[in-house]
Nanobody
Framework: QVQLLESGGGSVQVGGSLRLSCAAS????????MGWFRQAPGKEREGVAA??????????YYTTSVKGRFTISQDRDKNTVYLQMNSLKTEDTAMYYC?????????????????WGQGTQVTASS
């Protein structure tokens, strides 16, 4: 079992920044991917960013719309993954979920992930 606790959401103006954190506990050595997903009202949940966690310099993956603006990183000593979000746009407004996957798969696919956090709201407004 893996437990995930997210923090760091909030409301910012367009162009602002936020950093989300996701602390994992439990069977963390089983984790292969940590990912961030988001879901806006009336839309499907989509993969935003993911990182391969078993190595210190784990590969990272981003959906096209956030490349160059968002950065996913990890602190393996703290079992924590971060999502630094810069140049936020109104279309980034959504509930953001952290997820942990225990098997290899498509990094930004929901089906790769076994455990989910409770979500944290991110709102960017003009």
């Amino acid at each position: 079992q893996v437990q995930l606790l997210e923090s760091g959401g909030g409301s910012v103006q367009v162009g602002g920044s936020l950093r989300l954190s996701c602390a994992a506990s439990g069977s963390t050595t089983s984790i292969r991917y940590m990912g961030w997903f988001r879901q806006a009202p009336g839309k499907e949940r989509e993969g935003v960013a993911a990182i391969y966690t078993p190595t210190a310099s784990g590969s990272t993956y981003y959906t096209t719309s956030v490349k160059g603006r968002f950065t996913i990183s990890q602190d393996r000593d703290k079992n924590t993954v971060y999502l630094q979000m810069n140049s936020l746009k109104t279309e980034d407004t959504a509930m953001y979920y952290c997820a942990a996957g225990l098997r290899l798969g498509v990094p930004l696919s929901l089906s790769t992930y076994n455990y989910w956090g409770q979500g944290t709201q991110v709102t960017a407004s003009s």
